[in-house]
C-alpha cells in the first residue's frame, strides 16, 4: 500500500531533550511537509523540503530542525530550544510544490507530550 | 498572504438533515481551495478540491463543495448528515509563496457533530 507512515504513534519527552519523530512515505512524491496541530488553531506549517538535500522554514520553525537525506525520508526533530513542544505533529506529502492542482497527503500523526 | 476563516468553530446538526461547514479565504490570483476531515487522533483525509471549471465540486463521501468568487467562499455540503460524518473539518487554499513553490495555508477547523 501507498501512503506516509509516522512512528511512533505516541511520544513522550522529559525537559530538555531532543526527540526525533520520523516520516516515510513511498508515493514517490518530491515534496514533504511538518505541521504542527494545536486544539482550536488548525495546522501550522514548520518546515518543508521540495527535493533531497533542501528545506525551507516554515511559520514556526523555532525549535525544530529537519533533514532530507532521501526521497522518502523527512525526520522531525524537536529540541530542548523549542519551548512548548506538546501537540499533534503531522507529516504530508505532495507531488511537487509547484503544482497547485493536487492535494498533499498526511500521515496518521505523532503526539508528542512533555513529562 | 493569504488566508482562510472557519467562521464556526463548531456546527451541530440532526442526522439525516442537510450540513453546510462555513469557509472563506483571501488570496492574491487564482484560489486553490481543498477541504480535508480529520477523525480523533487521525491524520487529515482528502475531501475534495477546487482548481478551475465548475464551481460546484463534488468529493469523497457523499460531500460536495461550492465556490462563489465573489463572495470568496468555498462551503462543504452534504444532503443528508450521517453520524459517522462526526469529525473535524478543515478547508485549506494553496496560493504561490515565492521560489516556485505553492504552500497550502489552513483554517482553524470547524468541528461537526451531527446528531443521532
Known amino acids: 500500500d501507498g501512503g506516509i507512515t509516522q512512528s511512533p504513534k505516541y511520544l513522550f519527552r522529559k525537559e530538555g531533550q531532543n526527540v526525533t519523530l520520523s516520516c516515510e512515505q513511498n508515493l514517490n512524491h518530491d515534496a514533504m511537509y511538518w505541521y504542527r496541530q494545536d486544539p482550536g488553531q488548525g495546522l501550522r506549517l514548520i518546515y518543508y523540503s521540495q527535493i533531497v538535500n533542501d528545506f525551507q522554514k516554515g511559520d514556526i520553525a523555532e525549535g525544530y530542525s529537519v533533514s532530507r537525506e532521501k526521497k522518502e525520508s523527512f525526520p522531525l526533530t524537536v529540541t530542548s530550544a523549542q519551548k512548548n513542544p506538546t501537540a499533534f505533529y503531522l507529516c504530508?506529502?505532495?507531488?511537487?510544490?509547484?503544482?497547485?492542482?493536487?492535494?498533499?497527503?498526511f500521515g496518521q500523526g505523532t503526539r508528542l507530550t512533555v513529562v | 498572504a493569504q488566508s482562510v476563516a472557519q467562521p464556526e468553530d463548531q456546527v451541530n446538526v440532526a442526522e439525516g438533515n442537510p450540513l453546510t461547514v462555513k469557509c472563506t479565504y483571501s488570496?492574491?490570483?487564482?484560489?486553490?481551495l481543498f477541504w480535508y476531515v480529520q477523525y480523533p487522533n487521525r491524520g487529515l483525509q482528502f475531501l475534495l478540491k477546487y482548481i478551475t471549471g465548475d464551481n460546484l465540486v463534488k468529493g469523497s463521501y457523499g460531500f460536495e463543495a461550492e465556490f462563489n468568487k465573489s463572495q470568496t467562499s468555498f462551503h462543504l455540503k452534504k444532503p443528508s448528515a450521517l453520524v459517522s460524518d462526526s469529525a473535524l473539518y478543515f478547508c485549506a487554499v494553496r496560493a504561490y509563496s515565492g521560489a516556485g513553490s505553492y504552500q497550502l495555508t489552513f483554517g482553524k477547523g470547524t468541528k461537526l457533530s451531527v446528531i443521532p
Open positions: 488570496v492574491s490570483g487564482n484560489p486553490y
Open positions: 504530508a506529502s505532495s507531488v511537487h510544490t509547484g503544482q497547485v492542482n493536487t492535494e498533499a497527503f
